[in-house]
T-cell receptor, first 114, second 113 residues
Framework: KNQVEQSPQSLIILEGKNCTLQ??????????LRWYKQDTGRGPVSLTI?????NTKSNGRYTATLDADTKQSSLHITASQLSDSASYIC?????????????FGTGTRLTVIP | DSGVTQTPKHLITATGQRVTLRCSPR?????VYWYQQSLDQGLQFLIQ???????AKGNILERFSAQQFPDLHSELNLSSLELGDSALYFC????????????FGQGTRLTVV
């Protein structure tokens, strides 16, 4: 069964600190993995995308890693800011066209406090 | 702006009523997905359409239905509404291709009273 699991469910950190969010998946065959940021009450927005051959991708203070062998990904946030408070969702795309090939994790809710 | 338009943004209705949520996908996107997000919950996949045809169903209730029209916009119909149907309903669109990215609308917040 194609599944995406994220941990932790929620996380509270102090402003300026770093944190790492985890995503494990069983989707196969695998096409790519994206991390989305979802501000409260708004639609998710893509942060990074990684295909099978990529093992790291950065977007400013966000760095995603991918180990396609172990089917694990992480999102590292450095020097956190209050605006980083949001839900971070891992989305894995299966290698199928035209079908529901998007599999969502339930997200990690990050709260950055002053 | 993701290019995906959802209307209305907010909807308040009474139990037992029926509502229709509308989604216009990004230009050129053939796939439309509908998701439900209850308070403090993750995105729950409801249904997907690809070029007018239903392609996949998730945990969609029988009281809910959807369709995708020839111009590719989609509507999600919710009937016999219950208090528990109150949620954010998101539409996303994608090309449906292999390295597809889902672009999300801003959602419709449905409140059933």
């Amino acid at each position: 069964k194609n599944q995406v699991e994220q941990s932790p469910q929620s996380l509270i950190i102090l402003e300026g600190k770093n944190c790492t969010l985890q995503c494990n998946y069983t989707v196969s065959p695998f096409s790519n993995l994206r991390w989305y940021k979802q501000d409260t009450g708004r639609g998710p927005v893509s942060l990074t995308i990684m295909t099978f051959s990529e093992n790291t991708k950065s977007n400013g203070r966000y760095t995603a890693t991918l180990d396609a062998d172990t089917k694990q990904s992480s999102l590292h946030i450095t020097a956190s800011q209050l605006s980083d408070s949001a839900s971070y969702i891992c989305v894995v795309t299966g290698f199928q066209t035209g079908a529901n090939n998007l599999f969502f994790g339930t997200g990690t809710r990050l709260t950055v406090i002053p | 702006d993701s290019g995906v338009t959802q209307t209305p943004k907010h909807l308040i209705t009474a139990t037992g009523q029926r509502v229709t949520l509308r989604c216009s996908p990004r230009s050129g996107d053939l796939s439309v997905y509908w998701y439900q997000q209850s308070l403090d919950q993750g995105l729950q996949f409801l249904i997907q359409y690809y070029n007018g045809e239903e392609r996949a169903k998730g945990n969609i209730l029988e009281r809910f239905s959807a369709q995708q029209f020839p111009d590719l916009h989609s509507e999600l119909n919710l009937s016999s509404l219950e208090l528990g149907d109150s949620a954010l309903y998101f539409c996303a669109s994608s090309t449906g291709g292999v390295n597809t990215e889902a672009f999300f609308g801003q959602g419709t917040r449905l409140t059933v009273v």
